[in-house]
């Protein structure tokens, strides 16, 4: 299993474009989460999906949107990116009916300038 | 939103000495609590999971959980040079809250 997969790993994007971040995993778990984190700070949830077609948001999820159209991928989308979105992108994923655990992605480092 | 703090850092301790990190959280109805380590530039992975009061062990990691004082802590002994991260709290309700709330971590330095 490849577990948590992100992309891309790295990302400069000028003010106002928009990107995809992707996420995928290949452990059948319904929930999947996004989150970001800034120099010197924990995680901050941007959105969640409980499972396909069900998602909400988190913490911060102003300036993002997500989409969950299968169990295994969960993208998030920047609109009209701004500085102060760049921050590192977590992905991750937890089985809802076993553990608590989170698995996480890579992550993918992210620059807007 | 469930309010997670942790004791400030950095915290430097020597080989072989005791780490001891702190965390505190505002709602008194949280029911599982974590520790991730996250090492520089990576993905933050769980090392331990506490649900009752008491103290578990795991190799050199103790956590330990008072409810009443909404406090968990988490003790490295014999630290070595690997265990330098950052060791971040996280906080949840039962099995069907959705959501970890994670305090802004620590980082632990082990002076070889």
């Known amino acids: 299993n490849a577990g948590v997969t992100q992309t891309p790993k790295f990302r400069i994007l000028k003010i106002g474009q928009s990107m995809t971040l992707q996420c995928a995993q290949d452990m059948n778990h319904n929930y999947m989460y996004w989150y970001r984190q800034d120099p010197g700070m924990g995680l901050k949830l941007i959105y969640y999906?409980?499972?396909?077609?069900?998602?909400d948001k988190g913490e911060v999820p102003n300036g993002y949107n997500v989409s969950r159209s299968t169990t295994e991928d969960f993208p998030l989308r920047l609109e009209l990116a701004a500085p102060s979105q760049t921050s590192v992108y977590f992905c991750?994923?937890?089985?809802?009916?076993?553990?608590?655990?989170?698995?996480f992605g890579p992550g993918t480092r992210l620059t807007v300038t | 939103q469930k309010e997670v703090e942790q004791n400030s850092g950095p915290l430097s301790v020597p080989e072989g000495a005791i780490a001891s990190l702190n965390c505190t959280y505002s709602d008194r109805g949280s029911q599982s609590f974590f520790w991730y380590r996250q090492y520089s530039g990576k993905s933050p992975e769980l090392i331990m999971s506490?649900?009752?009061?008491g103290d578990k062990e795991d190799g050199r990691f103790t956590a330990q959980l008072n409810k009443a004082s909404q406090y968990v802590s988490l003790l490295i002994r014999d630290s070595q040079p690997s265990d330098s991260a950052t060791y971040l709290c996280a906080v949840a309700g039962d099995l069907n809250d959705y959501k970890l709330s994670f305090g802004a971590g620590t980082t632990v330095t082990v002076r070889a």
């Open positions: 991750a994923s937890r089985d809802s009916q076993v553990t608590y655990e989170q698995y």
């Open positions: 506490i649900y009752s009061n």
């Open positions: 999906s409980v499972g396909a077609g069900i998602t």
